[in-house]
C-alpha cells in the first residue's frame, strides 16, 4: 500500500487513520472546546429504553468525544496502534475492521442497557479502541508494550488478556459513580475477534492467535 511522500506529520500518517484523527478532533472541538454540546447530543449513541435511539448513531457515537482527557486517549491509542495495522492489512480492510468493532462495542452497550433496564448514553471511540488494541495483540503478540506510568514492558497479548479479564471484572462490578460502558469495550474486542477469526477461516492475511 503506497502513501504520499510528503515528509509532513499528518501525511506520515496512513489515510484512514489519519481521518479517523482528524473528524474525532474536529467533533471534539465543537463540542468540548466551544461547548456546542448539542452536537454530542445528537450524535451520542442513546439506549433503546430510553427512546432516544436512532440508527445512524451507532456510527456517529465513535466519533464524538466531549472531554479533552477522553479524546486524548483514545486518539492516542488509534495512532498507536492504528497505523501499524492499516500498514499490515491495508486501507479498506483496517476501515471494515474499524467500524464493524466500533458498530459491535455500540451494539452490545444498547443489549446490556436493554437487558439491565439501565439507560444511557455512550460516546467515544474506546469500542473500537479495544477492538484495535485486541488486533494488535492477536497479529504482533510479542511486540512489548509499555502502559503509562509502569516502565516495564508487557507482551501485547498479555495486556490484551488483561484488559478483557479488567473489563470484564469491571462491567460485572458495576460500582456506583462508574459510567465508562465496560461492556461496550468488550463487545469491541469480541467482533474483532470475530472479524479475524472469520478472515482467518477465508485465507485473508497470515494472522496469528497468541502465537
Excluded at 479524546?71 to 464493524?100: D, H, I, P, Q, T
Aim: glycine share 12%.
Amino acid at each position: 500500500m503506497a502513501y504520499s511522500n510528503n515528509n509532513s506529520f499528518l501525511n506520515s500518517i496512513p489515510p484512514v487513520t489519519r481521518y479517523i484523527l482528524i473528524i474525532n478532533g474536529v467533533i471534539w472541538l465543537i463540542c468540548g472546546l466551544l461547548k456546542q454540546t448539542w452536537l454530542a447530543s445528537i450524535f451520542a449513541l442513546y439506549s433503546i429504553n430510553t427512546g432516544g435511539f436512532y440508527l445512524y448513531q451507532l456510527v456517529t457515537y465513535m466519533f464524538t468525544q466531549v472531554y479533552f482527557g477522553h479524546l486524548f486517549f483514545n486518539m492516542f491509542a488509534v495512532f498507536m496502534f492504528g497505523r501499524s495495522l492499516e500498514y499490515y492489512w491495508g486501507s479498506k480492510r483496517f476501515l471494515l475492521y474499524y467500524m464493524v468493532t466500533g458498530i459491535g462495542a455500540g451494539l452490545i452497550q444498547l443489549l446490556v442497557s436493554y437487558l439491565t433496564g439501565a439507560p444511557s448514553l455512550t460516546v467515544g471511540a474506546s469500542g473500537s479502541v479495544f477492538g484495535l488494541l485486541l488486533a494488535f495483540g492477536m497479529l504482533f503478540p510479542n511486540i512489548p508494550l509499555f502502559i503509562f506510568f509502569i516502565p516495564i514492558p508487557i507482551k501485547a497479548k498479555y495486556m490484551v488478556i488483561g484488559y478483557g479479564l479488567i473489563e470484564l471484572y469491571l462491567g460485572f462490578a458495576n460500582r456506583a459513580g462508574d459510567n465508562v460502558a465496560h461492556f461496550a469495550h468488550l463487545g469491541g474486542m469480541l467482533f474483532g475477534i470475530f472479524m479475524i477469526l472469520y478472515w482467518r477461516k477465508k485465507g485473508i492475511g497470515n494472522d496469528n492467535w497468541f502465537f
